[in-house]
Structure formats: structure tokens, C-alpha cells
């Protein structure tokens, strides 16, 4: 005869399945709670409040023990002295070093010791892989979740400035967000968080830029310019050139400064630009690259169409300097 019993048993073997679920999932909840508590305690320790003159205060991650912080250049109205309000509680002036506004990056400096810096990740990131963005909009640490959305990679910004990589967040942007620390589950510093470069995208800056902006503002005041002296449209080149070349586009110089790098170089108006260092120019922003800190006094060879006929010239690149108009390159 069927013994029944077995099929009894069953119902109470569900029930302790699912209770074993139950608490595998509360275990595991924990976990994630005291990882994300973890990340938000480091790194709440190296972010400060940065009282810029605007409206709201903004945030800042200090850079390194020496009291240099690195914030968002939105965030400061023109004056050269800020306030911070430290985790410590305290409050400390800090000066303006300098900024850069293609990448809305600002570096200040504080002489108030005791500042914890961040232990940046060496790792790469993942779509998908949770963060926190660390702020202090007030006296207070404030935290948010956030899911790295999506990942590219280098770009330019409105403004010209090159970001070494793509990082959009998925994370609401409270008060304080800019220049706040977006670090991972295991508290390590991944970028800066920004609200100021692409309208309405939340966005970390990665370290590399960060590095390369922080360091040009304390040996220069600011990120250094390429200049050659010249304005330019893009233009479609005549067939019979574009056959010959390649390409179809080029840039139309309109001007050309006098004693310009361009003009020592033998440019004139008319010229059209092909190629600088082996790279097509067709658009304004081809110029950039050419354009960096890193290439300033080195020699650059441009490829060029005058009346016809396809020459090359090298010229030097030079620094921008203060007087000379942004349309200019």
C-alpha cells in the first residue's frame, strides 16, 4: 500500500527551503548595507565642503595631504578665496590655485593639516557595478547609490577639454553633488563627481584627467593651451583635390596672426589645412589634439593645399596667452 508520509514530509521541506532562502537573502542584504556604510565612512573622510561664493555650496575631494583639494570650477564665483568645512567639523580658508573650465575643474589650497585623502582604485569599471557618491553639502556627509550606466571612451567637452574616459552614473543629483567622491563597494576612490559638463547626465571624472588637470594648475596656474595663431572654417575641398588627397573636407584659414607660430611658419589666408602630424583636419575640434599641454614648443608638420598644389611646412606650437581671443587657434 502507498505510504503517504513522504509526501507529507513535503510541505515542511519547502518551508525550511524557503526560510534558508529568506535568511540568505537578509545575510546577504547585511552584507551590502555594511560594504556600502564601509565605502561612504572612507570616503566621507577626504571630502570637504566647498563654500565658493554661489548660491549653494559644492563639494571637494582633497587631493593629497598637503592640503591641495580638487572641486568643480561651476561652483566658485570669481574670487580667489573660498571656505571649507572640513569632516572634522572645523572650518578652514583655501585659496584658488586655478581652474580649468573645459574640464570644470578647480584646485584650492588649505593649510589645515590632518586631511585624509582617498586610496584610489587601480581597477577598471564595469557597466552595471555599484558606487556611492560621497558628498558634504552641509556639516554632514551626505551619500547616494549609484550604478555605473555607461562607459566610453576619451572625449572632449563643449568647452574643448579632453576627459580620458566616459563614466555616466545612474544617481540623483542632490545638493553638493559636484566635486564630490564616487567610490566603489570597497571604499577606493574611482573619479570626481560632476553635474557641469553634459547638461542633465551625472558623470565621474576618472583619475587620469583629474591628475593631468590637478598637476598643470599647480605648475602653471591653470591647464596651458596650444596656439598657431590662426581662424579657420571647415570647407568642402574642390573634386579634383579631394581626389588626390583623400579626404574630402578641410579647415579654410580666414586669418592668420602676425608673428604668430602660423606666420613664421608661412601660412597664409586662402591656405586650406589637410593634415596636421598625419591627423585630416575637416572639423574645428581636429585642431584639439594638436593643441594639448604636451605639445607645446615641439614641432607639428602641416599638409596643405595653396592654389592647387599639395605642400607641407612645419611650424612650432606656442602658448596661448591671455590676450588672444578663443576663436583663435
Known amino acids: 500500500m502507498w505510504d503517504p508520509a513522504p509526501a507529507a514530509k513535503l510541505p515542511t521541506v519547502a518551508a525550511a527551503a524557503a526560510a534558508g532562502s529568506e535568511q540568505m537573502a537578509i545575510e546577504i542584504g547585511l552584507e551590502l548595507s555594511s560594504a556600502v556604510s564601509d565605502a561612504v565612512r572612507q570616503g566621507a573622510n577626504a571630502v570637504v565642503r566647498v563654500d565658493g561664493g554661489r548660491r549653494r555650496a559644492s563639494s571637494g575631494t582633497v587631493w593629497d595631504s598637503g592640503g591641495v583639494i580638487v572641486t568643480a570650477?561651476?561652483?566658485?564665483?570669481?574670487?580667489?578665496?573660498?571656505?571649507?568645512?572640513?569632516?572634522?567639523?572645523d572650518c578652514a580658508p583655501a585659496e584658488v590655485v586655478g581652474r580649468d573650465p573645459s574640464t570644470d575643474l578647480a584646485v584650492l589650497r588649505t593649510r589645515a593639516s590632518g586631511l585624509a585623502?582617498?586610496?584610489w582604485s587601480g581597477l577598471p569599471l564595469a557597466v552595471g557595478q555599484l558606487a556611492v557618491v560621497v558628498t558634504r553639502p552641509g556639516r554632514g556627509p551626505r551619500a547616494a547609490l549609484a550604478l555605473v550606466a555607461r562607459l566610453g571612451d576619451a572625449w572632449r567637452t563643449a568647452a574643448g577639454g579632453?576627459?580620458?574616459?566616459?563614466?555616466?552614473?545612474?544617481?540623483?543629483?542632490?545638493?553638493?553633488?559636484?566635486?564630490?567622491?564616487?567610490?566603489?563597494?570597497?571604499g577606493r576612490a574611482v573619479?570626481?563627481?560632476?553635474?557641469?559638463?553634459?547638461?542633465?547626465?551625472?558623470?565621474a571624472v576618472?583619475?587620469?584627467?583629474?591628475?593631468?588637470?590637478?598637476?598643470a594648475v599647480l605648475a602653471h596656474g591653470g591647464v596651458r593651451?596650444?596656439?598657431?595663431?590662426?581662424?579657420?572654417?571647415?570647407?568642402?575641398?574642390?573634386?579634383?583635390?579631394?581626389?588626390?588627397?583623400?579626404?574630402?573636407?578641410?579647415?579654410?584659414?580666414?586669418?592668420v596672426e602676425e608673428a604668430s607660430p602660423a606666420a613664421r611658419a608661412g601660412l597664409i589666408v586662402g591656405d586650406l589645412l589637410l593634415a596636421l602630424d598625419g591627423a585630416p583636419l575637416c572639423e574645428m575640434g581636429d585642431l584639439l589634439p594638436a593643441l594639448e599641454e604636451e605639445h607645446i614648443g615641439q614641432v607639428a608638420r602641416v599638409r596643405l593645399a595653396r592654389g592647387g598644389a599639395v605642400r607641407e611646412l612645419d611650424l612650432v606650437v606656442d602658448v596661448r596667452g591671455a590676450r588672444r581671443a578663443g576663436g583663435d587657434r
Do not use: M, N
Open 73 to 89: 570650477a561651476h561652483g566658485l564665483d570669481s574670487g580667489d578665496e573660498v571656505e571649507l568645512g572640513l569632516p572634522s567639523g
Open 117 to 119: 585623502t582617498p586610496t
Open 162 to 186: 579632453r576627459i580620458d574616459r566616459y563614466v555616466e552614473l545612474d544617481a540623483a543629483v542632490q545638493a553638493g553633488f559636484s566635486g564630490g567622491l564616487v567610490v566603489d563597494l570597497g
Open 191 to 203: 573619479g570626481l563627481a560632476s553635474a557641469g559638463l553634459v547638461r542633465g547626465e551625472p558623470l
Open 206 to 215: 576618472p583619475p587620469a584627467t583629474l591628475r593631468r588637470v590637478v598637476e
Open 225 to 255: 593651451r596650444g596656439y598657431l595663431g590662426v581662424a579657420s572654417l571647415p570647407v568642402r575641398v574642390p573634386a579634383a583635390l579631394a581626389q588626390a588627397t583623400g579626404q574630402d573636407g578641410a579647415l579654410l584659414l580666414t586669418a
